[in-house]
């Protein structure tokens, strides 16, 4: 009983309801919102090929960057949470926003301990409820996780700007570890380490250093298995990528402006999506810098921070500006934490100044504005449940017509093609390549395409169905016994 009193303390309470927000937000219609696609399919394939084929794997997916692949351990979290849903691969929603919700206890401890309780649960309850964060987790992509990333990194390095180099390093070194299996791009930061050296005025402490060696070559063993077998090949495409051109229209200073433009649509997305405004005149990248700023000015940030802040947006600026590669939002997610301590400090400025009644009508307000946006979201018509639906509809057809095997077209767009592999497989639809024989069910997407009347709809994808008269089921049932097609074609975007 004494327990329970001294867990039911306000703060607590508090935090718990921002938890159960953050659930509710991550998992609400959970499968009709799912915009399952490619990328989930190679996720899906990943675990296929370690649960079911029994192959150990160093690698995740190819990259954008030829040569260059995602680590192997955002896909071995799934694991688990495939094995108990059945490997349906709606677990991968399940594991995105678990690691979202992970991302909100994070938010609350770290904030809590570098700066106060108050910023601790201000952060959590603005990670819980907002539209960018909960979309970020909501993804499932092995991206997701460079928010949370972000967050302990800014506590890494406030550690060892403090002094305390064995706790901070421990913690770099699991980060470092990490950055191969997120996102090659966070590279960028670690030199902020030494910034938090300096600012320590502590000499490096070597034995600290080993503290992080330890995790870092544990993450980094599939890294370095791998490019021992296949003579470095990922350390020559990078090196390739960041020497040659990569193809980006821009370069220059049109680069550098195209790099502000993305990271002001990303602060305008979090603070407040006023997106055209905003985007014209660099609203949100103006109003976070003189943020920063005036926290300074009122010693709501210590120095050091903001130095580090400073020179965490300008390493990002600078590297992307210079990078010739095509720059998307996602590259610059590891700049989400330095937004969040902006807001989470000008929330506690405010409450300090007038009183918690603002404070507590400000957070009202980001959070019934985020939750509009969430609410009039459009959920997708070609995503998991539509597709789902599709292959089982497919499945029910074929087994009626007495068809072991099914081929399949498409009448789409380039890439829309792609995203129905797994579900064919998890369905047990075998596939066959041979048209002549085999009867042909047709997707469409989207409804219409090229003028063409589907025979049946689910959400924005069409089927037509095969002329069954014209196939003999034994003479197709002897193709089939080739082999399955889906399961032997390589995959696009999969290495074995």
Known sequence: ????????????????????????????????????????????????????????????????????????????????????????????????????????????????????????????????????????????VPTVPVIVWSIWFFYAISLISRGEQKKGFLILGILVGLVWHLNVALVVVLPLALVALFFSKKKLNLRSLLWGAAPLSLFSIPLVLFELRHNFIQTRSFLYSITTSQGDIYSGFSKLLRVLYIINKNISNFYWNFNDFASTYYLGLVVFVLAVGFLAFKRYLKPV????????????????????????????????????????????????????????????????????????????????????????????????????CVSISYITDTGYSLGYRYFFYLKGVRTSNNKETVPTYTIIFPLGKDTVKEDKRFGDIGLIYPDFGRFSPEIANEECRKGDYNVIEPMFGFTK
């Open 305 to 404: 921070e903001t130095v580090i802040m400073f020179t965490w947006l300008g390493v990002y600026v600078g590297f992307f500006s210079w990078y010739s590669k095509i720059v998307s939002e996602y590259y610059l997610n590891g700049l989400f934490v330095l937004y969040l301590i902006v807001l989470s400090r000008i929330f506690v400025y405010f409450s300090k100044k007038t009183g918690n009644v603002l404070l507590i009508i400000l957070l009202v307000v980001f959070g019934t504005f985020n939750a509009n946006r969430f609410f009039n979201e459009k959920n997708p018509g070609n995503g998991y449940s539509q597709k789902l639906d599709l292959i089982e509809d497919i499945k029910n057809s074929a087994r009626d017509k007495r068809f072991d």
């Open 1 to 140: 009983m004494n327990r329970l009193k001294k867990f039911l303390t306000l703060n607590n309470i508090i935090f718990v309801v921002i938890i159960l927000l953050g659930v509710f937000f991550r998992f609400y219609e959970i499968k009709t919102r799912f915009v399952y696609g490619h990328d989930h399919d190679l996720t899906s394939w990943f675990i296929k090929d370690v649960v079911v084929d029994g192959h150990l794997r160093l690698i995740g997916q190819q990259t954008s960057t030829s040569g260059i692949f995602i680590g192997p351990f955002y896909y071995y979290f799934q694991i688990p949470f495939f094995l108990l849903l059945k490997m349906d691969p709606i677990a991968q929603v399940v594991a995105s926003s678990l690691l979202g919700i992970f991302g909100i206890v994070t938010s609350y401890w770290v904030f809590s301990r570098v700066f106060d309780k108050k910023t601790g649960l201000i952060a959590s309850y603005l990670c819980s409820v907002s539209f960018f964060v909960v979309s970020n987790d909501r993804e499932a």
